[in-house]
């Protein structure tokens, strides 16, 4: 009897997956299809472009720059040890540019940004007023998913290219701290050791983390119950998700990097 | 209204911003793999390329004037390597410039490396080819170190053995390192050999600088010139000795004594060859005798 019941349990759990999956799905495919289908919600997406993209700024080049100090500063005794200080800019550089810098960016804006949206839409679900939308003739999906999801995804990469910078001038505050180099021979050893190889994928990664952070959220929160908890829940599970689900995304365009290339 | 544009102009600013970054970054770094610049290029063959990529920095006395742009395989053992070359470099190289792969470091990346042509050959062209060296292979270069190693454990192991034997052996330069009393009697030697060689320098001097006689034998012309009157005199004095005892010789006063010595002369002489003949005799009768076998001896 109690077999069958662990059984079932399993099966519900499976079944409740699948379900989770299809409906994440048929979300996505939805998001294409409205996306490309007029009307198009330009003035609600520049603006949540305003909010996510120059809002999260601030919070974005201070973490940048700190990861950019601390990585040299952490860097600094090893590679002293074997003789290649010089090999800091250009490493740090690297380091910066190909992962850390756009993981770093995504996982500050999954908690900021991912967050926001699922308790947004969580809550105006919950007080009904996606529903009063729909009975006002607006389309829902278009004007609060399709608006969120291209802005993240359109406001992240560039969130990136800024944390790029700030985190090499940290890197260069770092070497400024116990050596002594100029910030255009900084700038030069940087330059030098990067190719296209290590910003073009980081771009393009960081485009699939937007989306993904807008995504997550967004599915979230419209999919909230009836409920003031499933607002928290919302909240909490979109940034859950959306961490996860930037590494497993880093990890993929890591394999494909390398196939290609 | 007033709201709208506040936003959209911080909106535009960002995005401008970031792909302003992005822009730059790809100037840059496009800009140093001569992608804007004006190039030319260049081909080489080599047997191997050693691991070199495309992309790999070209250098010309020790200066990155361009990169690696294509690296094709002609057949099982030639390998072509195309190379994307500033502008600027064309005046310096030459047709009888020649490639050579190298790496940055011991670690780094592989750097084509092109040294400097005979100064009266003609300049590169667009699509010239230039000669190649062929790159020295890491595993030749381990099989050569560990060539030398094996000869330094062959010398060590000697030096091991020579080590002891100084340290224990009995020979002269085992005694010279350990023995007491050898050394002393090298410190004495030297010691003697220091104060006769003092002596000789006094003597020398005294040579050089003294009034004595063989100084002055030395040094002195003057001297010399006397001494050689005076043997010239002594010759003449003693060719006048000799022509008084012939004189004397036949003077009938001392003809007796001279006979007689004669005569005593020729008798002893001819006693001298009767004893030789018979010492001869006795030699060969000597020598005719039979050997006797060594057995037999005892």
Redesign the interface.
Known sequence: MEEVSKHTFVLQQLRELFLAMGKATLFNLRFFRELFFPPTEW?ET??Q??LM??KS?PLVSITGFIMGLVLTLQSRPTLVEFGAESWLPGMVGTSLIREIAPVVTALICAGKISSGIGAELGSMKVTEQIDAMEVSAVNPFKYLVVTRIVATT?MV???V??A??VGILGGFAGISIKGDISLISYATKV??S???ID?IPA?IKSCFFGYFIGMIGCYQGFNASNGTESVGRAANSAVVIASLSIFIIDMLAVQITDLII | MKD?TG??W??GM??A???G??VV??Y???M??NLFGSTFQLRTEFKSVSGLKV?NNVRFAGINIGTVDEIALLTDSSVMVYLVIKEDAKPFLRVTSKASIGSDGLMGDKVLTINPGLPNSALVKNGSKIASSEAIEMQDLIAGLKKSVDNAAVITDQLAGFTYKMNNGKGALSKLISDEQFSESIKGTILNLESSSEEFAKFTWKMNHGNGALSRLVSDTGFANSLDSTMTNLKTGSKGLSENMEAAKSNFLLKGYFNKKKREESKKQAEQIKQEELRQKKLKQKLKQPKLPKDSIG
Request: glycine letters at 10%; one cysteine or more.
């Open positions: 003035r520049l603006k472009c305003y993209g120059w700024l359109l990469p560039i969130l290219l800024f790029d910078l330059i030098e990067l190719d296209f910003i771009t | 709208n936003y959209i911080k909106l960002f995005v911003v970031g792909l970054i992005l970054a790809i840059l770094i496009g140093q793999k992309g």
